[in-house]
């Protein structure tokens, strides 16, 4: 059974009205957060590319990305699913930060499969996962619940 349905969520990935690449976060963490982070893309066989200030390098321990993070840009790229790209930004170590582009992720098939994404972000952290519509981190639309193990709607939908 689906987590969301497209069809109750969809105006929340109408990228005319919320933005193109909402934000998506772990709160709370730790380094070690970010390494069970980066382990879990490892055991899930997600493609992924590392990158510091554009230039691609093996994927190294959390504690060194994120020691870069004041002189250089960190980044990593993650394909969940061949044609849906999540964007780490790894700024602190108290946040888990990355982005999604709501253009992937249009019709229930791509709503299953950032659903799966975040219930397994937050499920291995055991935290919530939070997304906000692009620059409105006060506004949560949608996330994984810890308690119930699913994602669901933090947003009152029109």
């Known amino acids: 059974m689906a987590d969301l349905l497209w069809e109750e969520v ?9 933005g193109v690449l909402p934000d998506v976060c772990v709160p709370d963490t730790s380094t070690e957060d970010w390494q069970a982070v980066f382990d879990l ?3 899930k066989g997600w493609r992924h590319e590392y990158s510091v200030d554009g230039i691609p390098l093996r994927l190294p321990a959390a504690e060194l990305v994120l020691s870069l993070r004041d002189e250089a840009s960190p980044r990593l790229k993650v394909w969940p699913h061949p044609e849906v790209l999540v964007i780490f930004r790894p700024y602190a170590e108290e946040s888990v930060d990355f982005d999604v582009d709501l253009r992937e992720l249009q019709g229930q098939e791509r709503l299953d ?23 409105g981190p006060e506004h949560p639309v949608l996330g994984f619940d810890v ?5 669901v709607l933090m947003a009152e939908l029109r």
């Not at 308690?147 to 994602?151: F, H, K, L, P």
């Open 10 to 18: 969809k105006d929340l990935f109408d990228t005319e009205m919320n």
């Open 41 to 43: 893309v490892r055991s």
């Open 147 to 151: 308690t119930t193990g699913r994602v």
């Open 113 to 135: 499969v950032l659903c799966a994404f975040l219930r397994a972000i937050g499920g291995r952290l055991g935290k919530p996962v939070v997304m906000t519509p692009e620059g």
